[in-house]
T-cell receptor, first 110, second 114 residues
Framework: GQSLEQPSEVTAVEGAIVQINCTYQ??????LSWYQQHDGGAPTFLSYNALDGLEETGRFSSFLSRSDSYGYLLLQELQMKDSASYFC???????????FGKGTTLSVSS | ETGVTQSPTHLIKTRGQQVTLRCSSQSGHNTVSWYQQALGQGPQFIFQ???????GRGNFPPRFSGLQFPNYSSELNVNALELDDSALYLCASSLGTSGTYEQFFGPGTRLTVL
């Protein structure tokens, strides 16, 4: 089976840096993705790591360590609009499903 | 480029009824996946269609079925509705040949079963 663990809630202030961790157990690993979902909205793709290391996209970075079955999403220079739920997901090779974690609710205050 | 659209936005049904939800994929995408998202949870994979064929299914009973059409639009059908089927149903399209890790989600259909 496949399972993912991530913290249920994280709080931070504007301008700060926050890290959302994700550990996974999978039978066959194709990569770790991150999605953002605002309340009442659709999940939107943020990043994907197939190989170990850091991927940077603007204020967001994502890291993967396949040997540790661990990854994280790093959000820098937090803004109020970053308040949302963040999901890690495994899978994604052509023809396979994405399996999502339960999500981390990030609350950014001023 | 048109994004993923879903209809209806909201739906209220009673136990035992049947429902059909519709999804129009992003232009050029040949793969569609359907997810069920309960309140406070992550999306749960129902099934995936690639070029009109089901090519993956999650842990959902057979009363959840689907179709993908030649224009890559799709349907999710749920028979014999149960109270626990109340959830947000999301469809997501992707270009299957390049991997499905980047999926484009529609706004969802909020289904309430009374």
């Amino acid at each position: 089976g496949q399972s993912l663990e991530q913290p249920s809630e994280v709080t931070a202030v504007e301008g700060a840096i926050v890290q959302i961790n994700c550990t996974y157990q999978t039978s066959g690993f194709y990569g770790l993705s991150w999605y953002q979902q605002h309340d009442g909205g659709a999940p939107t793709f943020l990043s994907y790591n197939a190989l170990d290391g850091l991927e940077e996209t603007g204020r967001f970075s994502s890291f993967l360590s396949r040997s540790d079955s661990y990854g994280y999403l790093l959000l820098q220079e937090l803004q109020m609009k970053d308040s949302a739920s963040y999901f890690c997901a495994v899978g994604g090779q052509a023809g396979t499903a994405l399996i999502f974690g339960k999500g981390t609710t990030l609350s950014v205050s001023s | 480029e048109t994004g993923v659209t879903q209809s209806p936005t909201h739906l209220i049904k009673t136990r035992g009824q049947q429902v059909t939800l519709r999804c129009s994929s992003q232009s050029g995408h040949n793969t569609v996946s359907w997810y069920q998202q309960a309140l406070g949870q992550g999306p749960q994979f129902i099934f995936q269609y690639y070029r009109e064929e089901e090519n993956g299914r999650g842990n959902f009973p057979p009363r959840f079925s689907g179709l993908q059409f030649p224009n890559y639009s799709s349907e999710l059908n749920v028979n014999a509705l149960e109270l626990d089927d109340s959830a947000l149903y999301l469809c997501a399209s992707s270009l299957g040949t390049s991997g499905t890790y980047e999926q484009f989600f529609g706004p969802g259909t909020r289904l309430t079963v009374l």
